[in-house]
Protein backbone atom coordinates (compact mmCIF):
# COMPACT_ATOMS: atom_id res chain seq x y z
CA UNK A 1 0.00 0.00 0.00
CA UNK A 2 2.80 2.24 1.04
CA UNK A 3 4.59 3.69 -2.39
CA UNK A 4 8.19 3.62 -3.20
CA UNK A 5 9.80 7.13 -2.32
CA UNK A 6 10.95 8.92 -6.03
CA UNK A 7 12.70 12.24 -5.80
CA UNK A 8 9.24 13.81 -8.24
CA UNK A 9 7.57 12.75 -5.23
CA UNK A 10 9.64 14.79 -2.76
CA UNK A 11 9.98 17.82 -4.94
CA UNK A 12 6.04 17.90 -4.88
CA UNK A 13 5.55 16.98 -1.62
CA UNK A 14 4.05 19.52 0.54
CA UNK A 15 6.85 20.84 2.71
CA UNK A 16 4.91 23.79 3.60
CA UNK A 17 2.05 22.62 5.29
CA UNK A 18 4.26 19.91 7.16
CA UNK A 19 6.60 22.88 8.51
CA UNK A 20 3.26 24.65 9.69
CA UNK A 21 2.39 21.92 11.16
CA UNK A 22 5.52 20.91 12.70
CA UNK A 23 5.71 24.72 13.89
CA UNK A 24 2.59 24.92 15.73
CA UNK A 25 2.85 21.41 17.39
CA UNK A 26 6.43 23.24 18.67
CA UNK A 27 4.86 25.77 19.87
CA UNK A 28 2.43 23.99 21.48
CA UNK A 29 4.69 21.74 23.63
CA UNK A 30 6.02 25.46 24.79
CA UNK A 31 2.89 26.58 25.54
CA UNK A 32 2.68 23.16 27.42
CA UNK A 33 6.08 23.81 29.45
CA UNK A 34 4.75 27.39 30.48
CA UNK A 35 1.32 25.51 31.93
CA UNK A 36 3.24 23.08 33.79
CA UNK A 37 6.79 23.27 34.16
CA UNK A 38 7.35 20.91 37.21
CA UNK A 39 5.16 17.87 35.22
CA UNK A 40 6.54 15.65 32.52
CA UNK A 41 3.50 16.43 30.11
CA UNK A 42 5.58 18.65 27.61
CA UNK A 43 8.14 15.60 27.41
CA UNK A 44 5.64 12.98 26.28
CA UNK A 45 3.98 15.99 23.85
CA UNK A 46 7.36 15.76 22.41
CA UNK A 47 7.21 11.77 22.21
CA UNK A 48 3.98 12.12 20.37
CA UNK A 49 4.86 14.65 18.06
CA UNK A 50 7.90 12.12 16.86
CA UNK A 51 5.64 9.04 16.43
CA UNK A 52 2.85 11.53 14.94
CA UNK A 53 5.66 12.61 12.38
CA UNK A 54 6.16 8.72 11.43
CA UNK A 55 2.58 8.07 11.17
CA UNK A 56 2.25 11.67 8.56
CA UNK A 57 5.23 10.20 6.08
CA UNK A 58 3.68 6.81 5.92
CA UNK A 59 0.03 8.45 4.81
CA UNK A 60 1.23 11.16 3.11
CA UNK A 61 3.30 8.63 0.93
CA UNK A 62 0.83 5.96 0.47
CA UNK A 63 -1.67 6.62 -2.46
CA UNK A 64 -4.91 8.22 -0.89
CA UNK A 65 -6.89 6.31 -3.00
CA UNK A 66 -6.18 2.96 -2.11
CA UNK A 67 -6.82 4.05 1.35
CA UNK A 68 -10.32 5.35 0.39
CA UNK A 69 -10.52 2.06 -1.47
CA UNK A 70 -9.83 0.71 2.45
CA UNK A 71 -12.48 3.01 3.70
CA UNK A 72 -14.80 0.30 5.25
CA UNK A 73 -12.30 -2.06 6.97
CA UNK A 74 -11.37 1.55 8.83
CA UNK A 75 -14.25 2.23 9.59
CA UNK A 76 -15.46 -1.28 10.88
CA UNK A 77 -12.26 -1.22 12.93
CA UNK A 78 -13.36 2.49 14.29
CA UNK A 79 -16.86 1.30 15.35
CA UNK A 80 -15.04 -2.25 17.22
CA UNK A 81 -12.58 0.50 18.88
CA UNK A 82 -15.74 2.39 19.99
CA UNK A 83 -18.07 -0.60 21.29
CA UNK A 84 -14.86 -1.57 23.20
CA UNK A 85 -14.56 1.30 25.17
CA UNK A 86 -18.22 0.87 26.62
CA UNK A 87 -17.19 -2.77 27.90
CA UNK A 88 -15.29 -3.45 31.05
CA UNK A 89 -11.75 -2.48 29.24
CA UNK A 90 -12.94 1.18 28.52
CA UNK A 91 -10.84 3.36 30.99
CA UNK A 92 -13.03 6.19 32.96
CA UNK A 93 -11.54 9.81 33.41
CA UNK A 94 -13.61 12.83 34.77
CA UNK A 95 -17.00 10.98 34.05
CA UNK A 96 -15.98 9.79 30.82
CA UNK A 97 -15.13 6.61 29.56
CA UNK A 98 -14.05 7.55 26.09
CA UNK A 99 -10.33 5.39 26.32
CA UNK A 100 -8.93 2.67 25.81
CA UNK A 101 -5.57 1.26 27.50
CA UNK A 102 -2.59 -0.11 25.64
CA UNK A 103 0.74 -1.59 26.09
CA UNK A 104 3.62 1.08 26.09
CA UNK A 105 1.39 3.53 24.40
CA UNK A 106 -0.75 4.04 26.96
CA UNK A 107 -4.26 5.48 26.91
CA UNK A 108 -5.51 6.82 23.61
CA UNK A 109 -8.98 8.04 22.47
CA UNK A 110 -10.93 6.38 19.52
CA UNK A 111 -13.26 8.87 19.58
CA UNK A 112 -10.20 10.82 17.93
CA UNK A 113 -8.86 8.28 15.50
CA UNK A 114 -12.68 7.27 14.39
CA UNK A 115 -13.00 10.71 12.64
CA UNK A 116 -10.74 9.80 9.75
CA UNK A 117 -12.80 6.69 8.85
CA UNK A 118 -15.79 8.69 9.03
CA UNK A 119 -14.29 10.96 6.27
CA UNK A 120 -13.08 8.26 4.59
CA UNK A 121 -16.15 6.35 4.50
CA UNK A 122 -18.53 9.42 3.65
CA UNK A 123 -16.03 10.72 1.01
CA UNK A 124 -16.12 7.26 -0.66
CA UNK A 125 -19.76 7.06 -1.17
CA UNK A 126 -20.24 10.86 -2.07
CA UNK A 127 -17.12 10.38 -4.21
CA UNK A 128 -18.39 7.97 -6.40
CA UNK A 129 -22.10 8.89 -7.49
CA UNK A 130 -23.21 11.34 -10.28
CA UNK A 131 -23.38 14.62 -10.62
CA UNK A 132 -26.87 16.64 -9.36
CA UNK A 133 -28.47 17.37 -6.47
CA UNK A 134 -28.59 14.53 -3.62
CA UNK A 135 -31.65 12.53 -2.97
CA UNK A 136 -33.16 11.58 0.31
CA UNK A 137 -31.81 7.99 -0.28
CA UNK A 138 -28.73 9.54 -0.53
CA UNK A 139 -28.62 11.81 2.34
CA UNK A 140 -30.07 9.27 4.72
CA UNK A 141 -27.34 6.82 3.78
CA UNK A 142 -24.87 9.27 4.52
CA UNK A 143 -26.77 10.18 7.87
CA UNK A 144 -26.48 6.59 9.19
CA UNK A 145 -22.72 6.41 8.68
CA UNK A 146 -22.24 9.59 10.46
CA UNK A 147 -24.68 8.14 12.92
CA UNK A 148 -22.90 4.94 13.37
CA UNK A 149 -19.57 6.10 15.39
CA UNK A 150 -21.50 9.48 16.68
CA UNK A 151 -24.21 6.94 18.52
CA UNK A 152 -21.51 4.97 20.29
CA UNK A 153 -19.55 8.63 21.38
CA UNK A 154 -22.68 9.91 22.91
CA UNK A 155 -22.76 6.82 24.94
CA UNK A 156 -19.48 7.75 26.47
CA UNK A 157 -20.90 9.93 27.03
CA UNK A 158 -18.49 12.72 25.25
CA UNK A 159 -21.11 15.02 23.58
CA UNK A 160 -18.15 17.03 22.97
CA UNK A 161 -16.47 15.04 21.03
CA UNK A 162 -19.67 14.01 19.32
CA UNK A 163 -20.36 17.72 17.94
CA UNK A 164 -16.69 17.87 16.02
CA UNK A 165 -18.44 15.12 13.64
CA UNK A 166 -21.37 17.71 12.83
CA UNK A 167 -18.88 20.07 10.29
CA UNK A 168 -17.94 16.43 8.72
CA UNK A 169 -21.24 15.83 7.45
CA UNK A 170 -22.56 19.11 6.97
CA UNK A 171 -19.43 19.19 4.50
CA UNK A 172 -19.96 16.05 2.74
CA UNK A 173 -24.11 17.26 2.43
CA UNK A 174 -22.93 20.68 0.53
CA UNK A 175 -20.12 19.81 -1.72
CA UNK A 176 -22.36 16.97 -2.84
CA UNK A 177 -25.21 19.24 -3.83
CA UNK A 178 -27.91 18.97 -1.49
CA UNK A 179 -30.86 21.14 -2.56
CA UNK A 180 -31.47 24.56 -0.88
CA UNK A 181 -34.76 23.74 0.27
CA UNK A 182 -33.14 21.07 2.78
CA UNK A 183 -30.96 23.85 4.03
CA UNK A 184 -33.88 26.01 4.47
CA UNK A 185 -35.67 23.48 7.09
CA UNK A 186 -32.54 22.18 8.64
CA UNK A 187 -32.00 25.95 9.88
CA UNK A 188 -35.83 26.43 10.76
CA UNK A 189 -35.63 23.04 12.40
CA UNK A 190 -32.80 23.76 14.23
CA UNK A 191 -34.22 27.26 15.52
CA UNK A 192 -37.28 25.61 17.04
CA UNK A 193 -35.66 22.46 18.11
CA UNK A 194 -32.98 23.34 20.16
CA UNK A 195 -34.37 26.38 22.54
CA UNK A 196 -37.68 23.75 22.99
CA UNK A 197 -35.01 20.79 23.77
CA UNK A 198 -33.23 23.12 25.93
CA UNK A 199 -36.51 24.24 27.95
CA UNK A 200 -37.72 20.31 28.32
CA UNK A 201 -34.37 19.40 29.31
CA UNK A 202 -34.40 21.68 31.96
CA UNK A 203 -38.08 21.14 33.42
CA UNK A 204 -37.67 17.08 33.01
CA UNK A 205 -33.98 16.99 34.75
CA UNK A 206 -32.47 15.37 31.38
CA UNK A 207 -30.27 18.72 30.94
CA UNK A 208 -28.45 18.07 34.43
CA UNK A 209 -27.43 21.38 36.62
CA UNK A 210 -23.87 21.34 35.36
CA UNK A 211 -24.86 21.46 31.77
CA UNK A 212 -26.95 24.00 32.10
CA UNK A 213 -24.73 26.07 34.18
CA UNK A 214 -21.61 25.71 31.30
CA UNK A 215 -24.56 27.58 29.37
CA UNK A 216 -25.47 29.73 31.83
CA UNK A 217 -22.05 30.81 32.36
CA UNK A 218 -21.76 32.35 28.84
CA UNK A 219 -25.53 33.65 28.52
CA UNK A 220 -26.15 34.40 32.14
CA UNK A 221 -22.92 34.85 34.33
CA UNK A 222 -24.22 36.25 37.16
CA UNK A 223 -26.70 32.60 37.56
CA UNK A 224 -23.79 30.50 38.34
CA UNK A 225 -21.64 29.58 40.97
CA UNK A 226 -18.06 31.30 40.44
CA UNK A 227 -16.39 28.27 42.55
CA UNK A 228 -18.92 25.43 40.63
CA UNK A 229 -19.18 24.86 36.68
CA UNK A 230 -18.71 28.32 35.52
CA UNK A 231 -15.11 28.44 37.29
CA UNK A 232 -13.17 27.43 34.28
CA UNK A 233 -15.14 30.20 31.97
CA UNK A 234 -14.19 32.83 34.99
CA UNK A 235 -10.53 31.42 35.05
CA UNK A 236 -9.94 31.59 31.54
CA UNK A 237 -11.07 34.73 30.63
CA UNK A 238 -8.97 36.24 33.50
CA UNK A 239 -5.86 34.34 32.41
CA UNK A 240 -6.54 35.50 28.16
CA UNK A 241 -6.71 39.22 29.93
CA UNK A 242 -3.90 38.64 32.20
CA UNK A 243 -1.38 38.01 28.82
CA UNK A 244 -1.95 42.10 27.60
CA UNK A 245 -0.38 42.84 24.23
CA UNK A 246 2.94 40.77 24.67
CA UNK A 247 1.81 38.37 27.72
CA UNK A 248 3.48 38.40 31.17
CA UNK A 249 7.59 39.49 31.61
CA UNK A 250 9.27 36.72 33.47
CA UNK A 251 6.76 36.65 36.16
CA UNK A 252 5.83 32.69 36.17
CA UNK A 253 4.89 33.08 39.77
CA UNK A 254 2.27 35.06 38.87
CA UNK A 255 1.00 32.45 36.39
CA UNK A 256 -2.59 31.52 36.55
CA UNK A 257 -1.74 28.36 35.19
CA UNK A 258 1.20 27.20 37.31
CA UNK A 259 -0.72 28.45 40.33
CA UNK A 260 -3.35 26.04 39.38
CA UNK A 261 -6.32 28.55 39.20
CA UNK A 262 -6.89 27.28 35.52
CA UNK A 263 -8.33 24.47 34.96
CA UNK A 264 -6.46 21.73 32.58
CA UNK A 265 -4.07 24.06 31.28
CA UNK A 266 -2.53 21.40 28.85
CA UNK A 267 -5.64 20.92 26.99
CA UNK A 268 -9.06 22.55 27.11
CA UNK A 269 -7.34 25.39 27.66
CA UNK A 270 -4.27 25.75 25.72
CA UNK A 271 -5.02 29.24 23.67
CA UNK A 272 -5.68 30.65 27.16
CA UNK A 273 -2.27 29.46 28.45
CA UNK A 274 -0.97 30.78 24.91
CA UNK A 275 -2.65 34.17 25.69
CA UNK A 276 -1.33 34.81 28.99
CA UNK A 277 2.37 33.98 27.98
CA UNK A 278 2.45 35.48 24.36
CA UNK A 279 -0.38 38.16 25.07
CA UNK A 280 -2.49 39.63 21.93
CA UNK A 281 0.43 39.43 19.52
CA UNK A 282 1.44 35.45 20.17
CA UNK A 283 -2.70 34.70 19.88
CA UNK A 284 -3.16 36.62 16.47
CA UNK A 285 0.66 35.39 14.93
CA UNK A 286 -1.08 31.32 16.42
CA UNK A 287 -4.25 31.94 14.44
CA UNK A 288 -2.76 33.69 11.25
CA UNK A 289 -0.39 29.92 11.50
CA UNK A 290 -3.81 27.87 11.04
CA UNK A 291 -5.26 30.14 8.61
CA UNK A 292 -2.09 29.49 6.31
CA UNK A 293 -1.71 25.83 7.22
CA UNK A 294 -5.84 25.54 6.39
CA UNK A 295 -5.56 27.31 3.18
CA UNK A 296 -2.92 25.34 2.28
CA UNK A 297 -5.10 22.37 3.06
CA UNK A 298 -8.18 23.92 0.49
CA UNK A 299 -5.77 24.76 -2.09
CA UNK A 300 -5.00 21.21 -1.91
CA UNK A 301 -8.74 20.29 -2.86
CA UNK A 302 -8.75 22.84 -5.77
CA UNK A 303 -5.99 20.53 -7.00
CA UNK A 304 -7.14 16.87 -6.24
CA UNK A 305 -7.65 14.96 -9.47
CA UNK A 306 -10.48 13.31 -8.07
CA UNK A 307 -13.85 14.30 -6.16
CA UNK A 308 -13.23 11.74 -3.31
CA UNK A 309 -10.50 13.29 -2.97
CA UNK A 310 -11.78 16.54 -2.63
CA UNK A 311 -14.27 15.60 -0.27
CA UNK A 312 -11.57 13.84 2.27
CA UNK A 313 -9.98 17.21 2.14
CA UNK A 314 -12.64 19.65 3.07
CA UNK A 315 -14.00 16.97 5.22
CA UNK A 316 -10.84 17.03 7.24
CA UNK A 317 -10.64 21.11 6.91
CA UNK A 318 -14.22 21.87 7.95
CA UNK A 319 -13.83 19.31 10.97
CA UNK A 320 -10.26 20.90 11.84
CA UNK A 321 -10.90 24.78 11.77
CA UNK A 322 -14.64 23.81 13.93
CA UNK A 323 -12.37 22.18 16.48
CA UNK A 324 -9.89 25.92 16.38
CA UNK A 325 -13.17 27.95 16.33
CA UNK A 326 -15.01 26.22 19.28
CA UNK A 327 -11.56 25.91 21.62
CA UNK A 328 -10.64 29.38 21.01
CA UNK A 329 -14.52 30.20 21.86
CA UNK A 330 -14.38 28.45 24.92
CA UNK A 331 -10.90 30.32 26.28
CA UNK A 332 -12.93 33.36 25.39
CA UNK A 333 -15.29 32.62 27.26
CA UNK A 334 -17.77 33.38 24.14
CA UNK A 335 -18.80 29.58 24.24
CA UNK A 336 -19.83 26.79 26.67
CA UNK A 337 -16.70 24.55 27.58
CA UNK A 338 -16.88 21.29 26.14
CA UNK A 339 -13.46 20.09 25.92
CA UNK A 340 -12.41 20.08 22.31
CA UNK A 341 -8.82 20.11 22.30
CA UNK A 342 -6.86 22.41 20.17
CA UNK A 343 -5.45 21.05 16.81
CA UNK A 344 -1.61 20.07 17.18
CA UNK A 345 -1.07 22.41 20.52
CA UNK A 346 -3.90 20.38 23.19
CA UNK A 347 -1.48 17.86 24.92
CA UNK A 348 -2.71 14.16 24.09
CA UNK A 349 -1.26 11.67 22.24
CA UNK A 350 -4.98 10.81 20.47
CA UNK A 351 -5.64 14.55 19.14
CA UNK A 352 -1.88 14.74 17.60
CA UNK A 353 -1.33 11.74 16.23
CA UNK A 354 -5.34 11.67 14.90
CA UNK A 355 -4.14 15.38 13.35
CA UNK A 356 -1.22 14.58 11.65
CA UNK A 357 -2.58 11.46 9.64
CA UNK A 358 -5.52 13.69 9.06
CA UNK A 359 -2.93 16.01 7.56
CA UNK A 360 -0.84 13.24 5.79
CA UNK A 361 -4.39 12.28 4.06
CA UNK A 362 -4.24 16.23 2.38
CA UNK A 363 -0.66 15.83 1.24
CA UNK A 364 -0.66 12.30 -0.22
CA UNK A 365 -4.25 13.77 -2.45
CA UNK A 366 -1.61 16.75 -3.00
CA UNK A 367 0.96 14.57 -4.45
CA UNK A 368 -1.14 13.00 -6.67
CA UNK A 369 -2.55 15.94 -8.29
CA UNK A 370 -0.99 15.30 -11.84
CA UNK A 371 -2.74 11.38 -11.73
CA UNK A 372 -5.45 10.39 -13.93
Known sequence: MVAIIEKRDLKDFDWLTTLLAIVIASFGVWQIYNALPTDSVWTK?????????????IVAFTDYRRLIDSAPIFYIIALVLLLLVLTPL???VNGQKAWLRLPIVGQFQPSEFAKIPTVLMLAKYYGSRKAGNLKMKEMLIGLAIFLGPVALILLEPDAGQ???YFPILAAMYFLSGIKVRYIVLAAVATAIMVPAAWFIGVETGKIKRYQQERILAITNPDQVDPRGYGYHTIQSTITVGKGGLAGIQGETETSQSVLKFLPEPQTDFIFAVTAENTGFIGCVSLLLAYALLLSGLISGAREASDRAGMLVIMGIVCGMAFQIFMNV???LGILPVIGVPLPLMSA????????FVAIGFVVSVKLRRFVN
Not at 45 to 57: D, E, M, N, P, Y
Open 162 to 164: AIT
Open 329 to 331: GMA
Open 90 to 92: GVQ
Open 45 to 57: QIFGIGLSLVAFF
Open 348 to 355: GLSALLST
